[in-house]
């Protein structure tokens, strides 16, 4: 029970992320402008230079922005946002304005149209329904009798009330891989916002792959712009195994707008802690005069640079007492980032465009802007 628990606390989490967060994508991803292979090489080193502080990440955005890299500029301030929610730079450069203590999209801090009055009955709907599912799943989902579990789940696929969104997402969602599965189907066929954001909340966040799957299948029969804008941001975000996800969803989907997106995330940087060998110097007991000297040299490796580290030895010279250590070896903990090719998100590119060119990013860029080009014009 506790991984279902812990599946729904993901699955609800990530549906309350994701369309209040729209206006951090533009309508349309920009970086499908060719980028010349010196600037993508500048900005690996920059990434493979850089710590992993909110402030670094902005620093980088802002390059990006200016040396043509839109897509990477808000890879990079969204995960700013992520480790300090509050940094005004980052916020700003996604559109953000803050009213109160709260950050809104710059469109929202206009003076909003008059809306219809809520629905006075939508929350006591939502509470009987609530209760019938439960009741549901209590007298039908647990007995062993396929009879039953027909009934139930005949039962759940004739509910059709918006206000059954949440109930269905909660409670279906805390039972087994057939509850998750049902629940997902079911917020396939029930209108409005508040089904959208679990069914993505499902096709990104719960762990089995069966229940993702049936989830974008749901997706698919939406007509809402607004999804492949999400699955864009959930890409952007660079985690595991969500962005594993939403590059599936985006090849299911057949999502071209994408396309800028998933070349963005070709090879994505991974910060792992690593144990390392280091030659220290220990302290000398040696009284009198230590010359020092470069002994050898230690290659380092990482991202695909070498580079070397001396090692320093002393010649013992003058009069005294005392010795001088040879250098140690110890073994030190440190953190390297890395940049991890991404099958998934280059599968997901083949199934859009029909084209395969590996993790040539270079070579991606270049069949993207030649396709903008000859686009007709609107």
């Keep these: 029970m506790l991984l279902c628990e812990t599946g729904v606390r993901h699955v609800l989490a990530m549906a309350a992320m994701l369309l209040p967060l729209a206006a951090a994508v533009d309508e349309k991803p920009s970086e499908a402008t060719q980028v010349p292979l010196v600037t993508e090489q500048a900005y690996v080193d920059r990434l493979l230079a850089m710590d992993d502080s909110a402030a670094a990440h902005v620093n980088l955005a802002n390059w990006c922005a200016a040396h043509g890299l839109a897509e990477k500029a808000k890879v990079h301030w969204g995960e700013a946002l992520l480790r300090d929610p509050d940094n005004a730079e980052a916020r700003a450069a996604l559109g953000f304005v803050k009213r109160g203590d709260q950050w809104v999209s710059a469109s929202e801090a206009e003076p909003a149209p008059v809306q ?26 647990v007995s062993p009798n396929a009879e039953a579990w027909t009934e139930g ?37 029930i209108p409005g916002d508040d089904a959208l954001r679990y069914l993505l909340g499902f096709a990104l966040a719960d762990p089995a792959d069966a229940v993702h799957r049936t989830a974008i299948e749901s997706l698919k029969d939406r007509a809402d712009d607004r999804i492949v804008q999400q699955l864009i941001y959930a890409l952007a975000r660079g985690r595991e195994p969500t962005m594993r996800r939403a590059a599936y969803a985006h090849g299911e989907l057949g999502a071209m707008e994408a396309v800028p997106a998933l070349i963005a995330n070709l090879r994505t940087v991974e910060y792992r802690k690593v144990m390392v060998k280091e030659l220290r110097q220990s302290p000398s007991m040696f009284v009198g005069t230590l010359t020092p000297y470069i002994a050898g040299l230690r290659p380092v490796v990482s991202g695909g640079t070498v580079a070397y580290d001396p090692i320093i030895g002393y010649i013992v010279s003058g009069g005294g007492i005392g010795f001088a250590q040879p250098p140690q070896e110890v073994l030190v903990e440190k953190t390297q980032a890395e940049r991890v090719e991404q099958p998934d998100v280059l599968e997901a590119l083949k199934k859009i465009t029909g084209r395969d060119f590996g993790y040539d990013e270079a070579e991606w860029h270049r069949w993207s802007a030649e396709r903008e080009q000859a686009a007709p014009n609107p």
Excluded: M, S, W, Y
């Design 116 to 141: 219809p009055a809520a629905d006075p009955t939508f929350a006591a709907r939502r509470q009987a329904l609530a209760r019938e599912i439960e009741d549901i799943r209590r007298r039908l989902f």
């Design 153 to 189: 789940r005949n039962k759940v696929l004739a509910i059709r009330d918006a206000a059954a969104a949440e109930p269905i997402a909660r409670i279906l969602g805390a039972g087994d891989v057939n509850c998750r599965l049902l629940a997902a189907e079911v917020l396939g066929q």
